[in-house]
């Protein structure tokens, strides 16, 4: 097993703690978490509600910041991060995959992936990412010119998938992306993002529906804003084997 | 026991989704209240003008008609006390005369005699500080208000006037306004001059003997019996009069003064009648954009109002409360702004041009009409959301607005058509498309910008007319530098002596001769100017018919276009010209029809002058002298030195007179401008803020996958310049349309300035257009830095 000197972690959080400040009284949605995740590594966080699943991927992705701890993602210390550093930092390293897709509804289905290559494209190289080629992937290959609100609910999540993977991001957060969606749609989303996955992309994936969660490498259990229980998992099911 | 008073739940969410949106119900209020302040401030600042001006009419006794006559012996009086329709008359010698303003200023002071007995039976005066006269003030007068308060000479001081061969000292008794010099002018179309103009009444004996017209009178002043034609009875008094040579006949609506009123009152009307419609109307406008947004924010909320059982007449009175609390609330402003702007004005008109009997009322007809119009309007914005909320089925409330997706799966049409052309970036196409998602929000704002920009060009157009008539009028129309007018012919030989004053660059002389232009339609009375056809001091812009100089030549008349429409000729026919001097008419040709901007001088030939007073040689008795502006002031004492001089005026003090008394107007374009630029602002500051709510999970979104701020503010921006790109042009074309037919309103014989718009307005109205554009995005732009992006990207829209 490799040291922690060698590991390529992509993910690193030290003590990370949000304490939430409701009028006079203070509500702790994490405490003193301390994670790992290797680079490639497919996670998923699972928990009841309010136990600080969706706080930890916010602060992973740079919407949030913690109150105390340290956190780090692909080697950067995001601690400290003024809004616009964040902002750059979101631009450049990480893809969305939220509950309710968040497609701009005035752009079509290439164009929404476009978008996000154009942010990248700003401050540096534009990735070597082309939309038709991600919509394919993901199985629109067909829809490219068509407007959200044409499309399924299950088409504008695997959308949503293809402008995650369009910047080449080091780390794919996913906030219950199948949460809005019917049991066949939800498969092929989770069937992208374990296909993005394979291909080297690290993917966290916050569910509270555990059997869709045996899809990870790892499963980390929260509670109460702490991680109670790390699963790795020896055999990731394959999404068209899980039932829900 | 105290009984718990329940506010109904509607009631109260009403209250609280106002509070929750204070920023944009408070623009909305504004808005409203503007169009009610606009409509209460100028119908007050109007009605308090007329009521003075009809009281002042009523109490001072104000002539139907006065006939000014070479010189009449007093009894004459007693003659036309019996003509049939004759009430009350009053005989009176009126002479203008020079005056020492100062040691070094001169002016013209008319002189009226009034009886010491009692006071005038007509055209009486108000005293306003001192007494009237009594028989033992022997060469005392009373001064006009106006003239008195702006230049010191006050009860217990002294005016210098000049009678003729030599000077005296007057005592100054009383200060006092007069119905019949509410605004001190000589002629119709003359601009006040307040400090080079007045009035000084004195003792009608006393007058007679200073200017030695002893037993005389040279002004008949007349109110007719009630019922009775003042024309017709007009006619019977210059009748009784024909021995004395009857110069002028002048009825109350010609009379300069109630002409000038008669103008500001209209103006006021004019404004009062466009400024409100205007405002309200966007007030509509946007009430609608907000109100529609609020109904389609609150679609979950009305779906479980009506599961609760909550009936459509309950949820559509819930969202009309809306409109009746921003109605209540810009009526209430309004009102109360309205009557600050009417007394402001009033107190403008008290204290800048001592309008006698002005007071400040409170018009109760106003202030329900005001609330009536404040609700109509209000109601009219909000009745088409608040009946689509009612209509709403509980379960399809419950789901996302079908309107907010993008329909159709088209691009519009501009992007089909032009898309190759158009840069290929997200930050310009995504503004782009936001217009044509929301088409009729989209449209109400364009017409809402076009509205807001239409006030501020209209306002600035009016300025720049009024500004081309100080700059250029004054230079390429009027081209002297000073002109006298004498009360008796000057010789040939005083004009070259006048020639070689130092300081005097040119001189020409003219004849200006009163007269009655008649055809068989009207009768126009005015002045005829009689020049050299070679003369150059006024500049004719000739709209028909033969240049100057051949007109001239021609011994014909040249009239301008406003009295050849009253008397129905053009070039080449026949008008009948009636003069005091001669008892036969003279009959000349229309040989050019001109454009006046002010007044309606009428022109011919020395010759045809020396005709129309039946002189068989030329006379004169104008000059309009060329002059060094260093010697401007000298030469003024000098000329009213001259035996017969009655009023010198030098252009730069009568451009600087007219700048002095437009400070009152630039109050107004001031007002309107900042109505104009304010309703600008609420317009795109409710539009922009219904789209930003609208939008919070995309902007949210966006933000989250990496678009700064800087983008994000540009989209925003761009997203306004494509509403402001039609919305301006059409404000401006709807301005000039606007201020065209403002200037229409305002057209007559006093004056017929053309709408000049310069250049530059085009372009300030457009940048200040975007740039309060800029400003009203600044709150808008603050909510989208401040959202909770973790939060926002969870809203269900």
Partial sequence: MPTPAERD?????????????MGEVDIPALRDVDLRIPRGEFVAVVGPSGSGKTTMLNMLGGLDTPTHGRIE???????????????????????????????????????????????????????????????????????????????????????????????????????????NLDFRTGKLVLGALKEMNREGKTVILVTHNTPLARVADRILHIRDGQIMEQEIVENPVSPDEIVW | MVRQVRVPMLVLKTWRDILARKGQFAALIVLVALGITSYVGFIDAYRNLSAAADNAYEALKMADFTVSVGGAPTGVVHKIEVVPGVKSVEGRLVIDTGMDITETNQGTVRVIGVPVGHRPVVNDILVEQGRYLTSEDGAAGLLHTRFARATGHMTGGRLTIRTGGGKIDVPIRGVVASAEYIFPVRAKGEIPAIDEFTILYMSSHEVERIFRRQSQVNDIAVIVEAGADPKRVAGRVEDVLEPYTVLQTVQRI????????????KQNQSIAAVMPPLILAISVLSLYIALSRLVQSQRGEIGLAKALGYSNGAVLGHYLLFSLIIAAGGAVLGIAGGWALGNYTTQMYIDLLHIPYLNKGIYIDVIFSALLMSGVACVSAGLVPAFASARLAPAKAMHSDPNLAVKGGRLPLVEQVFGWAMPKSFSFRVPLRNVFRQRRRSLYTVIGIAFAVLLVFATMAMFDSVNWLLDDYFQITERWDISVGFEQPVSGTQVREIEHWDGVTSIQPALAVPVEVSTARATHEGAVTAMEPVATFHGFDVLKGDDPRTALERNGIMIPKVVAEKLGVGVGDRVTVDTPYRDEDVTLVVRSITNESLGTPMYTSLDTGAELIGSPTRQYNALYLGASPRYEKALKDDLYDLPGAAQVMVKNQVVAMFRDMMSFSYFFFGLLLAFGFLMGFVVIYTTFTANVLERTRE?????TIGEDTGHLGLMVTLENLFLALPGIPLGLWLGALVAQGMMASLAGETYNFPLVIARETYLYVTVGSIVVLLFSEIPPIRRILRLDLAEATKIIE
């Fill in chain 1, 9 to 21: 972690d992509v993910v690193v959080l030290e003590s990370a703690s949000k304490v939430y400040r």
């Fill in chain 1, 73 to 179: 993602v692909d080697g950067v210390d995001i601690t400290g991060y003024s809004e616009r550093q964040l902002t750059l930092f979101r631009r450049e390293k990480i893809g969305f995959v939220f509950q309710f897709f968040n497609l701009i509804p005035t752009l079509t289905a290439e164009e929404n992936v476009q978008f996000a290559i154009e942010l990248a494209s700003r401050d540096g190289e534009p990735p070597d990412t082309d939309p038709r080629h991600l919509l394919e992937k993901v199985g629109l290959g067909e829809r490219i010119h068509h407007f959200p609100s044409q499309l399924s609910g299950g088409e504008q999540q695997r959308v949503a998938v293809a402008r995650a993977l369009a910047k080449d991001p080091v780390l794919v957060l996913g906030d219950e992306p199948t949460g």
């Fill in chain 2, 254 to 265: 010609d009379q300069p003064s109630y002409a000038a009123v008669g103008e500001e009152i």
């Fill in chain 2, 699 to 703: 902007i949210a979104t966006m933000r």
